[in-house]
C-alpha cells in the first residue's frame, strides 16, 4: 500500500488566551496563553488539532507522489501514520472506500488554487444569526468608540496640478442610477410579479448570444463581463411570492430561460429558509425572491488552473451580476439587496451543492418597498 499527503494543507500556530487567576491575585499579569497547532484542509471541510510530533512527520510526506506506506512508517513509526491517516491528513491508494480521499481527488480535479480553497472552505457559515449572534454598532456608537471613521475620499498627487473635470453630461442610465438603493424594508404581503421576475433573471443571468469558439467549446454572451468569457456563475432561486410559482427551490436554465424545481415548500418553510439563508438579517427575510449566486468553480479553473486570480475573478464575477440584478429591479421599481453575509452551509444542503464544486459566493433579492421604514435605507433624496 501507498501513502501521500492531502493535496492542500495548512498549519496555522493558533494562541489561545485565558486569565491566570494565580497570578492574577499575586499582582502579576493576568493573561495566559496557550499554543496549539491547526490544520486546514480543504477537503476535510473542518479544522484538525494536531501535535508537534504530527507537524514534523506531515512535512516528510509529498502531497504528489505516493511513498510506500512500509518506507513510511520505518521514517515515521507505525503509530504515527496511522493516526495521520484517520485524520485523513495522509491518505492511501487502498481499494476500500475512503470519503477524506475522494474528497481529496475532487479537489485535485477542481484545479483549486491551495490559498483560495482554504479560503473559500473555511470562511463558510453554518447557522449564523447576523441579528442577534453579532452586533453591529451605529454610526454613533463607532464614532463614540473609535473616533472618527478615515475619509470617505482621498487626494493623491499635487492637489494643485489636480486637473477639474467638466459635469458629467445626462444619460439614459442616470434614472436606474439615482434611484437604486439597498432596500431594508419590503413589503411582506407583496407579490413579485412573473414577467417581472423573468426579466431579472434572463437580462442578469440568461443567455443573450451564443458562439462556439472552438471544437466543444460553446461560450455565453450575458448582459455582464466575466472572466475568459466564462459565465460560471449559476443563479439558484428561492421563491416566496411570485403568481405561478410555487413557493420552493428552483435553479434557473440560463440557455433554456426556465425554473427547474428543486424543492416544493409551503410559505412557512419558505420564509424560515429565507431567514437563514441571510443569517438572520430580517430586513431581507420578507423580499418575495431570493437569488443564490453559486460559481461552478470547474468553468472558471477549466481555464485559470491553480491561478493565483482565478477565485478572485468568481468574486468580480457575482459583483457584475448583482449591480445588473439591482438596476433591473430599480428599472421594475422596486429596491434590491445583495449581501455575502450569508449562511453557506445552509445554502449548500438545501441546493444539493458541494461547495468544492459549487461556490456560493452571496445572495440577492428584490420586492416591494414597505409602505415605511423600520430598518435605515440610503437612498439619494436623503
Not at 506531515?58 to 520505518?74: F, K, N, S, V, Y
Not at 492637489?159 to 436606474?176: T, V, Y
Not at 427551490?249 to 431567514?275: G, V
Not at 458541494?354 to 414597505?370: E, I, R, T
Request: with cysteine; aromatic share 8%; proline share 6%.
Amino acid at each position: 500500500m501507498k501513502i501521500r499527503r492531502c493535496a492542500v494543507l495548512f498549519i496555522e500556530p493558533r494562541e489561545d488566551l485565558g486569565i491566570d487567576w494565580t497570578a492574577l491575585f499575586s499582582g502579576a499579569g493576568a493573561l495566559s496563553a496557550s499554543l496549539r497547532w491547526v490544520a486546514l484542509a480543504p477537503h476535510l471541510d473542518r479544522e484538525t488539532t494536531i501535535d508537534t510530533a504530527q507537524v514534523a512527520a506531515l512535512g516528510a510526506i509529498g502531497q504528489t507522489a505516493w511513498t510506500e506506506r512500509l518506507d513510511a512508517e520505518r521514517q515515521l513509526g507505525a503509530a504515527m501514520v496511522d493516526s495521520l491517516l484517520a485524520l485523513g491528513l495522509l491518505l492511501d491508494d487502498g481499494a476500500s472506500d475512503n470519503p477524506a480521499r475522494e474528497r481529496d481527488a475532487l479537489l485535485r480535479d477542481q484545479h483549486w488554487r491551495p490559498l483560495s480553497a482554504a479560503a473559500h472552505m473555511f470562511s463558510r457559515w453554518d447557522g449564523m444569526q447576523v441579528d442577534k449572534g453579532m452586533h453591529f454598532p451605529s454610526f454613533e456608537e463607532l464614532v463614540q468608540s473609535y473616533g472618527a471613521p478615515p475619509a470617505p475620499a482621498v487626494s493623491r498627487g499635487d492637489p494643485e496640478a489636480a486637473i477639474k473635470l467638466p459635469p458629467p453630461s445626462s444619460g439614459p442610465l442616470d434614472a436606474q442610477l439615482m434611484q437604486r438603493y439597498t432596500g431594508r424594508n419590503y413589503d411582506p404581503d407583496a407579490v413579485l410579479p412573473l414577467d417581472v421576475l423573468a426579466r431579472l433573471l434572463q437580462r442578469t443571468f440568461g443567455v443573450q448570444a451564443e458562439r462556439m469558439v472552438a471544437q466543444e467549446a460553446l461560450v455565453f454572451k450575458k448582459t455582464s463581463p466575466s472572466a475568459g468569457g466564462l459565465h460560471p456563475t449559476e443563479a439558484y432561486v428561492l421563491v416566496q411570492r411570485v403568481p405561478g410559482v410555487a413557493p420552493g427551490l428552483y435553479h434557473y436554465h440560463a440557455l433554456h430561460h426556465a425554473l427547474e424545481p428543486l424543492t416544493m415548500l409551503d410559505a412557512a418553510a419558505a420564509s424560515e429558509m429565507a431567514r437563514q439563508f441571510v443569517a438572520d438579517q430580517h430586513w431581507f427575510v420578507d423580499a418575495p425572491v431570493m437569488v443564490v449566486m453559486a460559481a461552478r468553480v470547474a468553468r472558471n479553473f477549466w481555464k485559470y488552473r491553480n491561478h493565483a486570480k482565478a477565485y478572485r475573478a468568481l468574486m468580480l464575477d457575482a459583483g457584475h451580476l448583482s449591480q445588473t440584478f439591482y438596476l433591473l429591479a430599480t428599472e421594475a421599481g422596486m429596491p434590491g439587496f445583495v449581501t455575502a453575509a450569508i449562511n453557506e452551509m445552509v445554502i449548500e444542503r438545501a441546493f444539493g451543492l458541494d461547495p468544492l464544486s459549487d461556490a456560493v459566493v452571496a445572495v440577492c433579492g428584490c420586492g416591494v418597498a414597505a409602505a415605511g421604514q423600520t430598518t435605515l435605507e440610503l437612498r439619494f433624496e436623503e
